[in-house]
């Protein structure tokens, strides 16, 4: 059996957790709602105050969606009572970021500023010039658009130059050097 799949998730004060046909799953918290369709062969049901997920058979694929559904729906359920964020560092010499109104604009080196707008939901603070929170109740749309805006400038290995996550390690590499 699924160790993550077969673990109750807990329903906190304040979260309503609503089933619906088809597997359709709603979750409204103090930060807002989300709504997610599941897979229709999986079993979700409310116990006293917990979510139960169950499977019908062994099969791999139902093994494989028993912990990813269970997982889905406890990422829900964080979101709408604590949220999710990601922080991003900008480096390197004149990079920096600002913030105006929902756009985000990001010089990054090259000949034209780069304007990025916070996608619905998402809301993006610049702490500083070289800092960047990408806030939101939806792990998933959090993780994407803080992807999205590190790929405007990746990290490169010689001089850490770029956008990179606060906890991600950069792999250096030596530079050239001098013929002797």
Do not use: F, W
Not at 59 to 74: C, P, V
């Amino acid at each position: 059996m699924s160790r993550i799949g077969r673990m109750p998730v807990a329903i906190p004060a304040g979260v309503t957790v609503t089933i619906a046909e088809g597997n359709k799953v709603t979750v409204k918290g103090p930060k807002g709602t989300l709504e997610r369709e599941l897979s229709a062969e999986l079993t979700i049901e409310e116990k006293d105050g917990h979510i139960i997920v169950t499977r019908p058979n062994d099969l791999k694929r139902m093994k494989s969606l028993h912990g990813l559904t269970r997982t889905l729906i406890n990422n829900m359920i964080h979101g709408v009572t604590q949220g999710y964020e990601k922080v991003l560092e900008v480096n390197g010499v004149g990079y920096r970021a600002a913030k105006q109104g929902k756009k985000l604009t990001l010089n990054l080196g090259y000949s034209h500023p780069v304007e990025m707008e916070d996608p619905e939901g998402i809301e993006t603070v610049c702490d500083g010039q070289n800092k960047i929170i990408v806030k939101g109740i939806s792990k998933e749309k959090v993780g994407q658009y803080a992807a999205e805006i590190r790929d405007k400038r990746r990290p490169e290995p010689y001089k850490g130059k770029g956008i990179k996550y606060a906890d991600e390690v950069i792999r250096r590499k030596v530079g050239k050097t001098g013929k002797k």
